[in-house]
């Protein structure tokens, strides 16, 4: 493999300025080589990239130099062939045009490179204090749960402790909260050990309060069946935060997949990218799902109130479906105590030896025959 080769076959994963091969070997007799990414945002993910790469039958691997290259002297030089200072050209240069904002091959060999959010200006909206909320929040409580899974089962933790009279609101990554009835019962629940390991933050409510995460779904579409892994997913969500669940609609379909993330980033997610394997390359489409809330489970008091209520209805309709068909049955209704049921022996045995007694010995007359055919 020459340096062109290997130019071309990492400009797939980001964009190469420089590739070299040189001529002598490593300590351990190997060829390695030096390739210059320019516009790289995540330094471990293009390292992670890079090793999943073949070349023939040899497998790539890639790491960060020991020796980085210091910048660019730009202070060599700095008197002209006049005698006058370079960078006073410069400064008045920059006071009196305006700092292009393109990303040139030039301004990024410099240095002068400007991230999106200078190239996009976006108009701001201003609010004023007309706009403030002014509701009382004296009794209420901001909780950061450890566990993002505990948040659908928080109230019934709550009613279990004896906060039954508490109204949780959500807002936003693992943040919650909890409005109570009375100052008595914040401050018992402010005093509860129990509730300490179910929450890693308790403070006071309060409208300067923000918060510098949340968590989003993503629908992730393009991935092949082939890379269809917990892996890759794990890989995707790592693009904006942290993985915290996938849809258990498993081996439904294979078309899409939603992934539940949480992340820092303040802007809705919706991109596409390409993910290499092997050589292969594959576009990714990722689309913020909005309109997520976590559901709060109520606790087992309904529940238990509705099993009863449906255990007392059908016994109800059965008694009045029994007392209407006591009159149009033969069949007797099953005895309840034991007196009954020796009752009812007594009178079936009486029963039946009535009906033995009434039952003729000769019903067709067969014994008067024989004997006239004996005469």
């Known amino acids: 493999m020459c340096a062109k080769d290997l130019w071309h076959t990492c400009k797939q994963y980001g964009q190469v300025v420089d590739a070299y091969i040189p001529n002598r070997r490593s300590k351990a007799g190997k060829r390695f080589g030096f390739v210059r990414f320019i516009k790289v945002f995540d330094v471990e993910r293009l390292v992670n990239n890079l090793c999943t790469v073949w070349v023939g039958s040899h497998k790539l691997h890639a790491n960060l130099p020991r020796f980085q290259r210091g910048p660019l002297n730009k202070h060599s ?93 959500y807002m936003g990554g693992y943040w919650v909260m909890m409005e109570f009835q009375s100052e008595e019962a914040k401050n018992s629940f402010q005093i509860n050990t129990v509730m300490g390991t179910w929450f890693s933050q308790i403070q006071q409510a309060s409208c300067d309060f923000t918060t510098d995460e949340r968590v989003i779904w993503v629908e992730i579409e393009g991935i092949p ?45 919706f991109e596409s990218f390409k993910t290499i394997y092997r ?79 009434m039952q003729s010995e000769d019903p067709f007359n067969l014994y008067d025959l024989l004997k006239k055919s004996d005469k």
């Open 77 to 169: 030089n700095s008197h002209n062939d006049n005698g006058v200072k370079r960078g006073n050209l410069g400064d008045a240069h920059n006071n009196n045009v305006v700092k292009s904002t393109s990303n040139s091959y030039v301004n990024v060999v410099k240095g002068s490179q400007y991230s999106k959010e200078d190239m996009v200006s976006t108009p701001a909206l201003v609010l004023d204090d007309s706009c403030l909320n002014l509701k009382d929040y004296s009794l209420c409580l901001f909780g950061k749960v450890k566990d993002f899974t505990s948040l659908s089962n928080l109230k019934v933790v709550l009613v279990n402790e004896g906060f039954c009279n508490i109204k949780i609101k």
């Open 225 to 269: 069946i082939k890379m269809w892994s917990e892996n890759t997913f794990n890989r995707i969500a790592s693009k904006w935060g942290v993985l915290l669940d996938v849809d258990d609609q498993e081996d439904k379909y294979f078309h899409s997949k939603r992934i539940c993330i949480n992340t820092k980033i303040t802007t809705n997610v």
């Open 279 to 357: 050589g292969k390359v594959v576009w990714v489409r990722a689309k913020e799902v909005p309109g997520w809330v976590p559901n709060f489970v109520e606790g087992y008091e309904e529940e238990s109130d509705s099993d009863v209520d449906s255990e007392v209805e059908p016994n109800a309709g059965d008694s009045n479906n029994v007392e209407d068909l006591e009159g149009d049955s033969d069949v007797d209704a099953v005895p309840e105590t034991k007196f009954e049921e020796e009752q009812y022996k007594h009178n079936s045995e009486e029963d039946s030896v009535g009906q033995k007694v």
